[in-house]
């Protein structure tokens, strides 16, 4: 294998061994988080889709149970896909998922299951009732792309519980989220009209629910509705493997969302600039919070896949809010993963000059946090915008990746760097003036292209505009590093990127942190702290 065994994450939700993919069903249920997902018990490929499910206190700490949903019924016979929990109003919490019920073409059923034994906190069963499917393609509903059923919210006027499966319309063109209706969970009525739909192709893995409109840091029940609201449609498009969102106005009348930005379709807020998908949120009713989970895949070949015989993990848990202008999202680790933050090392009132790096040195950084706020000296020297490139952050970034010397940066972070630092990875920002803005427009990346000495790895670059306002010269950025992650947060979680990474020398105590400055004005290091992190109990892997 060309990937070092030492390369496996560390705290970052992964099995033991095999392939996984999408979060479902995250709950709270008496004490735990319930976490379930996407896993082939037979390899590190997809395929034979099971439900695994695991345990959790502090939803850093796993435990792995036994598979809840498995091939069982003549409805999901051919494989239990994606789905998502919903608590109902007397605590009992059910399942609903696609199942795949006829071989080779994967036409798509919803089904539903139960708790066998409510007072058991651990929900160790599970229970098909004899009525499944619930839910089956009719009406000119493509049959082979009808799936990922949302967690149902409830109406309390009219009593009815929704939700939303994902589709798509007019020949594939279309990204289509179907509302079913139903008054007792059990006899669903699908409403003409969607939900909403795109120009975007298939949506996988919708996601539907309220934020508080004041930008206020808690989270809302799911049926939560009202003025104090806003509501989130996220979705998943297979086509560019990206979850991408907008900030709307539900309709409860008329059974509709309408983004408030009329080109939000085509803006394409994401949730993360890199390799994050098929993303589901719950509300923790605990700390009055809504968690988003999100998998990361690998970018290795599917050959080192089975060849290390694992492929895939869970991004950090985020707490998602919105932002106080109502634009867009704000994401945050969950504040439990500081738990396993352990030795730590400060820099302060350090000025980096124009291409210097300074090493933090004093800790192991192959797995660890790092937190940073920056203050450029000067802004006068930003470099154009590009016109051509203004709307293509990705595009921007291949153009003016790490080692393209600009004027206010590229700076930022080095991380899983070598000694010698022939193998980085860069976390940066970038600054640009842009013709007719008196903002100025800030870039993020993570450059991978350094990361590796071995060939056959997928390094693209990734990027996002900040939608933030820098002109006081200050911006922060925090990256968790995870021997194969890098997962960044810039300017307190306004953008993200998760990107995998694949080192071979950068590996355990070879794994170097670095400050750099690639840029023709001073970037001043206000404060840096790094800790290295420690490897919590996970799923006995
Ligand atoms: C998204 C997805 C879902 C589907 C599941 C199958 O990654 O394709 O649409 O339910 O994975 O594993």
């Known amino acids: 294998s060309i990937v070092d065994p030492e390369l496996r994450t560390g705290y970052h939700f992964h099995p033991p061994k095999n392939w996984i993919n999408d979060p479902n069903a995250p709950m709270y249920y008496k004490g735990w988080y319930h976490f379930f997902y996407q896993y082939n018990p037979k390899g590190a490929v997809w395929g034979n889709i099971v439900w695994a499910h695991s345990v959790s206190r502090d939803l850093i700490n796993w435990v792995a149970l036994e598979t809840a949903i498995e091939p069982s019924i003549p409805s999901d016979q051919y494989g239990c896909w994606s789905g998502s929990a919903t608590i109902l109003p007397d605590g009992t919490p ?69 939700l939303l499966i994902g589709s798509v319309a007019a020949g594939g063109a279309r990204g289509v989220a179907y509302v079913y209706r139903s008054r007792d969970f059990r006899r669903w009525a699908r409403v003409r009209r969607p939900l909403h739909s795109a120009a975007t192709g298939m949506w996988e893995c919708p996601d539907f629910y309220p934020v508080e409109r004041d930008g206020r840091r808690v989270g809302l029940e799911t049926s939560v509705s009202g003025r104090r609201v806003k509501h989130v449609l996220k979705n998943s498009l297979d086509l560019r493997r990206y979850d991408y969102y907008t900030v709307g106005a539900y309709d409860r009348r008329a059974e509709r969302y309408v983004p408030d930005d009329p080109a939000g379709d085509e803006r394409r807020l994401r949730y993360d600039y890199g390799n994050f998908y098929a993303s589901k949120t719950f509300y923790d009713p605990a700390k009055r919070r809504r968690i988003l989970w999100g998998w990361a895949n690998e970018s290795d070949t599917a050959a080192a896949d089975v060849a290390k015989g694992w492929a895939g993990i869970q991004a950090i848990p985020r707490t998602v809010w919105l932002d106080p202008s109502g634009k867009q999202l704000l994401q945050w680790p969950i504040e439990e993963v500081e738990a396993l933050r352990g030795k730590s090392v400060t820099v302060k009132h350090r000025v980096i000059k124009p291409g210097q790096h300074v090493e933090v040195i004093g800790l192991q950084t192959a797995q660890a946090d790092v937190e940073v706020s920056f203050e450029v000296s000067s802004l006068a020297g930003a470099e154009p915008l590009d016109p051509a490139l203004a709307g293509d952050a990705q595009r921007l970034c291949g153009a003016r990746g790490a080692a393209v010397e600009g004027g206010v940066g590229p700076f930022g972070l080095w991380v899983l760097a070598s000694a010698d630092m022939q193998e980085r990875t860069a976390v940066f920002f970038r600054v640009f003036k842009a013709a007719g803005k008196d903002k100025p427009v800030v870039l993020m990346c993570t450059d991978p292209t350094k990361s590796s000495l071995n060939p056959n790895l997928y390094k693209p670059t990734f990027a996002g505009f900040v939608d933030t306002d820098i002109s006081n010269g200050k911006i922060s950025l925090r990256s968790l590093i995870d021997r194969s992650v ?41 404060r840096l702290t790094a800790w290295q992190m420690k490897k919590p109990l996970m799923n006995g892997a």
């Open 94 to 162: 059910v399942i609903m998922y696609t199942g795949i019920d006829r071989p080779n073409i994967n036409y798509q059923v919803q089904n539903i299951a139960y708790p066998r034994n409510k007072s058991d906190p651990l929900l160790r069963e599970w229970v098909k009732p004899a009525h499944n499917p619930i839910i089956v393609p009719e009406g000119g509903i493509n049959a082979t792309q009808f799936r990922d059923p949302t967690t149902a919210w409830r109406d309390d006027d009219d009593g009815r519980w929704r």
């Open 486 to 526: 890098v997962e960044s947060f810039g300017a307190g979680g306004k953008t993200c990127i998760l990107s995998r990474v694949y080192p071979s020398l950068s590996i355990g105590n070879n794994a170097r942190l670095y400050v750099f400055n690639n840029g023709k004005a001073d970037v001043r290091v206000s």
